[in-house]
């Protein structure tokens, strides 16, 4: 111990370079955990706050949540509130009236909607509404022409008492002057709030006079909340309410917010481990490089009695030591990140406070047992060399001669993994279905991404070679050096370039699988749609009949087809039952999305009592021609309808969808239940194509919860999406690169210190510091264009890959985007520059006469 303490201390310069490895990777961890754990907590405090004793709430809806495809909430009758308050151990029951189907909008005509997905909420101001807000300035609504809005929006949007707000509803538009603004007296994670009186927003978002969305109600002293339930239970009728406690409610309001948490919480967590995976490479070499350092020491020590186990432990201990002081660090530096985190969150709109910081005991505990674990894996190897090395290497120069070449059994075993991997990936890409080719393609890529880090030695000699022949012969002698010094230890520069191939892997693996899927959806784009405007809310909002008006309004356009989706059951001839949508539109939308049919005309879809079905559904329930179904519509009747046409289930664009005429639905469904369109699809007349753009714009400018795209627009929007994915991965496998390269700079700044004596040499017979400097420059430079190489070759493979089995589910073109991958490996050559700054400008100021004296 007391060795392995006094090393630690000695060498802790050349340590530093793997602690800030484990710090970063640790701090990830640990500001991932507080990050998510700090949301759980602001979400349960404000779900605590919100959630009366006992809520009831209409059998079909969830607890606070309104049916969107309508646009207008489940509703109760308003004189259930007298039956609940007269229930046993009722102390008070209010009703209340929520909405999300709402848009908001300033007298700019902005949308003031949160951009995060957190929820816009209209409802009434409320006793039940005082447990979370506190009216700050000015007072509640009055009557139509007045609003409250909640004061994070308010300052957001620059809102001030008096200024007039639009709220598109079902119903229609409300106008209303701000008359009161209310603040939270808990932390808002993003939600857009609206007050209005309880008469104007059951009129205006429910339609309905006397109607209520929900029932808060509140104990007396002394009854719980599950007794409360249980009165009201049998007030109300235990079968004709959803009735849930205060604990229920945010049970179930946590549960939903949850899923999504633990979603990005694991993601997270994987590129933190790839960093984690990353790290080991820079702290083996490490070790490696110092147990060489130290061989003459080890041999002395060995000489004057130390075992092998006891140079083995020591080497594990000063492990142990670096990972102790790395995750300390990385624990605090975490919650740093976790803060900063929700800094950024709040500049996007979603405001999470410090106060609300959570740091589980968990957190530390895991970061640390990470770090340290990782450290004395990684150490492992090099600590078991140490211990192998002999009491006569005391009699030889410090240093372990150049591993030239990789050992055979090394060479063999990485050959035969990489080979089983290929195959696999070969099998995932012939894969006739996606779930069995998905197991091929996850075990290719693991396999493959070991036996290249095994292989990485063999294949050193050769590719640095090739390299160097391209990028380093024009610079002479000194580029001639920098090949051999790369060349001088394979595994050394094997080890290093596998950390940065890791990385530079998944970045062309995504993306390859981006730019398919971009390429794919255009080419579907251009073969299937032949509307020229699409016109969609990219909140999921489905379109008001006031927006639906205004485009229909516009007497430049062919026509215009409303696209809805219904909820049925339907019953195939051989009496098997699904649960399925059922896609509601026009004849029109034959000309609109241009689908390949099996049997039939798409047209007959939309004539009396028919139905067209997907071919998939057709061939797993034995359905032709001429065949009926029988279809329940959700809250309407049950039809027996005939399939007069079978699509072809080809392609991604309404994959599976079964149609029927508009006029089907609205005899089918009562109106009140019938859901809104959540797209229209719009054909301007021949030769005003470009006129009517401008115009159908115009025309919904004053909805801006929508969007009219033309095709290009479109395109264009798959294509942002898509590089707003990528970009966020991409960022997070930065804190990998960024690892990788600190295991370039490490290798070359330990380098330098090995070959001490070797530069001193040099410069002794005329290598001036410049050339000496570049000679680094150019090793470092090889070192991470091997990486990029392999990396990117490896993950093309990959990508290439996992775009055959999306085939399997319609994206059929593989492109590879060469722009991105000829720019990543000229960029690892500035890696590579960037790297050997320190090591360079260090080896440059060497003294030539204490260089050759020393050991």
């Not at 021609?625 to 959700?634: H, Q, R, S, W």
């Not at 510091?769 to 570049?774: E, G």
């Not at 090591?839 to 050759?852: C, D, E, H, S």
């Amino acid at each position: 111990m007391k060795t392995a303490r006094r090393n630690f201390v000695a060498h802790k310069g050349r340590m530093a370079l793997s602690a800030i490895a484990v710090l970063l990777s640790v701090a990830f961890v640990c500001g991932t955990l507080v990050f998510t754990d700090t949301m759980n907590t602001t979400f349960d405090k404000l779900f605590a706050v919100t959630s009366s004793d006992v809520t009831v709430t209409p059998k079909k809806a969830e607890s606070g949540e309104d049916t969107p495809d309508t646009g207008r909430p489940e509703t109760l009758d308003g004189a259930l509130v007298a039956k609940v308050a007269a229930a046993e151990g009722v102390k008070g029951a209010e009703g209340g009236v929520l909405s999300t189907a709402v848009t908001v909008v300033n007298a700019k005509n902005e949308n003031l909607g949160s951009t995060t997905g957190a929820p816009t909420i209209a409802g009434n101001w409320n006793d039940n509404e005082l447990k979370s807000m506190k009216i700050t300035s000015g007072h509640a609504p009055r009557g139509p022409t007045e609003v409250m809005i909640d004061n994070d929006t308010a300052k957001k949007h620059h809102l001030a008492l008096g200024d007039e707000l639009r709220t598109i509803t079902i119903t229609g538009d409300v106008r209303a002057k701000i008359a009161g603004i209310a603040t939270f007296q808990v932390t808002n994670p993003g939600a857009t709030l609206v007050y209005f009186d309880t008469a104007t927003a059951q009129q205006q978002l429910l339609g309905t006079a006397g109607a209520f969305t929900h029932v808060s109600v509140t104990a007396k002293d002394g009854v719980s909340d599950e007794q409360l339930k249980q009165n009201v239970s049998k007030a109300v009728g235990a079968d004709a309410y959803k009735l849930q406690t205060s604990k229920e409610a945010a049970d179930a309001n946590r549960k939903d917010v949850g899923s999504f948490l633990d979603v990005m919480k694991y993601v997270m967590l994987g590129f933190a481990g790839i960093a984690f995976l990353v790290g080991i490479f820079l702290i083996f070499n490490t070790f490696s490089m110092l147990v060489a350092q130290r061989t003459r020491e080890i041999g002395l020590m060995r000489a004057i009695g130390a075992d092998r186990e006891q140079i083995n432990r020591s080497v594990l201990v000063e492990a142990f030591l670096l990972g102790l002081v790395g995750s300390v660090l990385g624990v605090a530096a975490g919650i740093g990140l976790a803060v900063g985190l929700m800094k950024l969150m709040g500049q996007m709109g979603m405001e999470l406070s410090t106060d609300d910081l959570t740091v589980a005991w968990t957190t530390p505990v895991v970061g640390l047992v990470l770090g340290i674990v990782v450290t004395v894996v990684a150490a492992y190897v090099p600590g078991r060399r140490a211990g192998k090395v002999s009491p006569m290497a005391a009699l030889r120069d410090a240093g372990t001669p150049g591993d030239r070449k990789a050992g055979v059994v090394r060479a063999v075993l990485g050959l035969v993994v990489t080979g089983i991997g290929g195959a696999a990936l070969l099998l995932a890409a012939s894969a006739d279905k996606a779930a069995a080719g998905s197991l091929w393609l996850g075990l290719g890529v693991v396999l493959t991404l070991i036996g290249l880090i095994v292989i990485g030695p063999l294949l050193a000699g050769g590719v640095v070679r090739v390299l160097s022949g391209v990028v380093l012969r024009p610079f002479g002698s000194v580029g001639r050096l920098a090949e051999r010094n790369a060349l001088r230890n394979p595994r050394r520069t094997g080890a290093t370039a596998a950390a940065l191939m890791i990385g530079l892997a998944l970045v062309a693996c995504l993306s390859v699988v981006g730019s398919s899927m971009v390429a794919s959806a255009t080419d579907e784009l251009d073969k299937s749609v032949g509307a020229d405007y699409i016109v969609s809310s990219e909140t999921g909002q489905p379109v008001m009949p006031q927006a639906e008006q205004a485009m229909r309004a516009n007497t430049r356009l062919d026509h215009v087809t409303a696209y809805r989706e219904l909820p049925t059951k339907i019953t195939a001839p051989d009496g098997t039952s699904v649960l399925e949508g059922v896609g509601a539109t026009d004849p029109t939308y034959a000309k609109d999305i241009r689908r390949k049919m099996r049997a039939g005309e798409h047209e007959a879809a939309y004539g009396k009592n028919t139905i067209s079905v997907g071919s998939i559904y057709a061939d797993e329930h034995h359905v032709k021609l001429g065949d009926e179904l029988t279809v329940a519509f959700t809250g309407g009747s049950t039809v027996k309808l005939k399939v007069a046409a079978i699509t072809l289930d080809e392609g991604n664009i309404d994959k599976g969808m079964k149609y029927v005429s508009t006029a089907l639905a609205e005899a089918s469904v009562p109106a009140d239940k019938l859901p809104r369109p959540f797209m229209l699809l719009a054909t301007a007349k021949d030769g005003q194509a470009a006129t009517a753009y401008e115009e159908v714009k115009k025309g919904l400018a004053e909805y801006p919860q929508y969007k009219v795209r033309n095709q290009a627009d479109y395109k264009q929007a798959l294509k942002d999406q898509v590089g707003q994915l990528l970009n966020m991965v991409y960022g997070l496998l930065g804190l990998a690169i960024v690892v990788a390269v600190l295991g370039v700079v490490n290798t070359l700044a330990l380098s330098v210190v090995e070959r001490t004596r070797e530069i001193g040499l040099m410069r002794a017979i005329g290598l001036s510091r410049r050339q000496l400097r570049r000679m680094i420059r150019l090793e470092s430079v090889v070192i991470a264009l091997f990486g990029a190489l392999l990396g990117l070759g490896l993950g093309m493979g990959w990508g290439a890959t996992a775009q055959q089995l999306l085939a399997l589910e319609g994206l059929k073109v593989l492109e590879i985007p060469w722009p991105t991958i000829l720019g990543v490996f000229a960029g690892s050559a500035l890696v590579g520059l960037f790297a050997a700054l320190v090591p360079a400008f260090r080896a440059g100021r060497m003294n030539v006469l204490n260089a050759i004296a020393s050991d």
